[in-house]
C-alpha cells in the first residue's frame, strides 16, 4: 500500500511545449490528480503521453479543451468526491462546446457502471492500464470512451513520464498487487503484479540524472515484490546504484513478506540506497492480521525489524497502521499500542478503518464505533508523536546531509530538504539551490522536522 497523504490534491503544473506528432495548434490539457504517489506518477506518464500526441498542460481548467481527473478509490467515499469534482468541471465543458472531460484511474476502474450512470456527461473513462489508448480515445467524440481493462501485461515500459519540478524523480517499476488484504481495493482497481523489465526502468534513471534529477524513487503497491526474468528488487536496486548521477535511491512502498536477505544486504552495502524503510505492519495482533490476510505474525515481522536495524545501525523505519479494522477487541489494539512503544518507528502513517466496497472486509460487520476508533486513533497518535519527537532529539548535535528540495514553507529566506533517513530539515539560507547537497548541523527538532545552520563541508 503506497503510503503518502492520499488525499493529497496535486494539480497539474508546469506547461510544456507540444512535440512534432500533434496538430499545429496543441491542444491544453488541464490534469488533475488526487491520491497517492504512484497516482501522481501515473499523471506524469500521461502527461508524457498526451505531450507526444500534441497536447500541452495547462494549470487553468477554464481556457483547457480537454479535463482530466485522475482519481483515487482508497478513500472513504471516492465516488462522491470524484463526482462532486467533476460535476465542478462540467460547467467548463458547457460553457465551451468541444470541450471533453475525462475519469481517469482506481475509481474509473471500481465504479465504472455507477459512473456511466451519474455522470453521463463523461466523454471518457480510463482505468491505470488504458492510458496508451487515451491519445486515440480523445480523438472520438461521438460517445463515452472506455477502457477499463486490466492487463497483465502492462508496464507502460519505454514510455517516458513528464517528470515533476525537484530533485527526485518518481518511477514506477511494478504495478498491480497480488496479496489481496482484506481491507484493501488495489487489486481489484489496479490488477496483478508486473514488473517494468530493468533495462526500460535503468534507462528512465538515465533519463532522470540528464533531466537534473539527484535522487530516483521506485514505486509499486508492493514495490520489492518487483522480479522481471532474472532481476530481482535487490538487484535493481545494486544495478541503479551503479549508474553515474544518481546520489540517492529510496522506494516505497514495500511489503513485510517480500523483504528478502538480499534486500538488507543491499541496505547495508550500497551507501546510495538510503537507510530509511517503510514497514506497514496494520496491527500487531495475530488475530487482526489474519482476519486482514497480512501473511505474517507480529513475532515474524518483529524478527524483521530486528534483522534490518542490526544491519543497517541508525536506519529510520515508519510504518502503517489500522485501528478498529472488525472485530479488533481492546486486547488487540492494546497489542498494537504495545508494539508502537516497543519498536520505536521514526513515523508512523495511521488511519481509522473504514469499508471499501468492494472488499472482503467490507462484507463482515463492523464492531468498533466510530467514537472507539477515534479514540483509539487519538491514543496513538499521542505514543508515535513522543517517539517520534525523542528519535529527533537525539538528532541534535550531529551534523547531517540535506538534498535540497527547494524554499521551506516557513520561515522565509530558508531552505527545506531531507536527510538520508528523510527527515525534513529546515536551515537559512538567502541561496537556495534545489538539488544540492548541503551539510547542516541539527539545533532542534519536533517529533516531524528538524532545523539548523550549513556547515561548511
Ligand atoms: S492488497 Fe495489501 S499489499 Fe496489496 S496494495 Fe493493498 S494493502 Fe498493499
Known amino acids: 500500500m503506497l503510503t503518502t497523504e492520499p488525499d493529497e490534491r496535486n494539480t497539474a503544473d508546469g506547461a510544456r511545449p507540444a512535440c512534432d506528432a500533434g496538430p499545429a495548434v496543441p491542444r491544453r490539457v488541464f490534469l488533475e490528480t488526487y491520491g497517492c504517489q504512484m497516482n501522481v506518477a501515473d499523471s506524469e506518464l500521461v502527461s508524457g503521453i498526451l505531450r507526444r500526441a500534441g497536447y500541452e498542460r495547462t494549470p487553468d481548467p477554464s481556457n483547457a479543451d480537454v479535463l482530466l481527473v485522475n482519481t483515487c478509490a482508497i478513500r472513504e467515499n471516492a465516488e462522491e468526491r470524484v463526482l462532486g469534482r467533476v460535476s465542478d468541471l462540467l460547467r467548463h465543458k458547457l460553457e465551451r462546446p468541444g470541450v471533453q472531460l475525462g475519469l481517469l484511474g482506481c475509481v474509473a476502474t471500481h465504479q465504472r457502471e455507477r459512473l456511466l450512470d451519474r455522470a453521463p456527461y463523461l466523454d471518457v473513462i480510463v482505468g491505470p492500464d488504458g492510458y496508451r489508448d487515451l491519445p486515440d480515445l480523445l480523438r472520438r467524440d461521438d460517445e463515452p470512451q472506455l477502457e477499463l481493462r486490466l492487463d497483465r501485461g502492462e508496464t507502460y515500459a519505454g514510455l517516458a513520464p513528464d517528470l515533476a519540478p525537484g530533485p527526485r524523480a518518481f518511477l514506477t517499476v511494478m504495478r498491480g498487487c497480488d496479496k489481496f488484504c482484506t481491507f484493501c481495493i488495489v487489486p481489484f482497481t489496479r490488477g496483478r503484479e508486473r514488473s517494468v523489465p530493468a533495462a526500460a526502468v535503468l534507462e528512465q534513471v538515465r533519463a532522470a540524472v540528464d533531466a537534473g534529477k539527484r535522487e530516483v524513487v521506485f514505486l509499486g503497491q508492493t514495490v520489492n515484490a518487483y522480479r522481471a526474468d532474472d532481476v530481482d528488487f535487490a538487484e535493481l536496486l545494486r544495478r541503479t546504484a551503479r549508474v553515474d548521477g544518481v546520489e540517492r535511491i529510496r522506494f516505497t512502498s514495500p511489503h513485510p513478506s517480500d523483504v528478502s536477505d538480499g534486500l538488507i544486504e543491499v541496505f ?190
Open 268 to 457: 547495508a552495502s550500497e551507501p546510495k540506497v538510503m537507510p530509511y524503510l517503510h514497514l506497514p505492519l496494520q496491527s500487531a495482533s495475530n488475530r487482526i492480521l489474519e482476519a486482514m490476510r497480512r501473511d505474517y505474525t507480529i513475532e515474524a515481522y518483529l524478527r524483521l525489524l530486528e534483522r534490518v536495524r542490526a544491519a543497517v545501525p541508525g536506519i529510520a523505519v515508519s510504518t502503517d497502521v489500522i485501528v478498529g479494522f472488525p472485530g479488533e477487541e481492546e486486547r488487540d489494539f492494546a497489542e498494537t499500542e504495545a508494539f508502537l512503544r516497543e519498536a520505536r518507528y521514526d513515523f508512523a502513517y495511521l488511519f481509522k478503518y473504514s469499508a471499501r466496497e468492494g472488499t472482503r472486509a467490507a462484507r463482515i460487520a463492523e464492531t468498533v464505533s466510530e467514537e472507539r476508533k477515534r479514540e483509539r486513533l487519538e491514543g496513538l497518535i499521542a505514543v508515535q508523536e513522543r517517539i517520534g519527537l525523542e528519535l529527533n532529539r537525539a538528532y541534535v548535535g550531529r551534523e547531517v546531509e540535506i538534498l535540497v528540495e527547494g524554499p521551506a514553507k516557513r520561515p522565509p529566506a530558508h531552505a527545506a530538504g531531507k536527510t538520508p533517513t528523510f527527515k525534513t530539515t529546515i536551515f537559512p539560507t538567502d541561496d537556495v539551490r534545489p538539488g544540492s547537497l548541503v551539510r547542516v548541523r541539527v539545533e532542534g527538532a519536533t517529533a516531524h522536522t528538524l532545523t539548523g545552520v550549513a556547515v561548511a563541508g
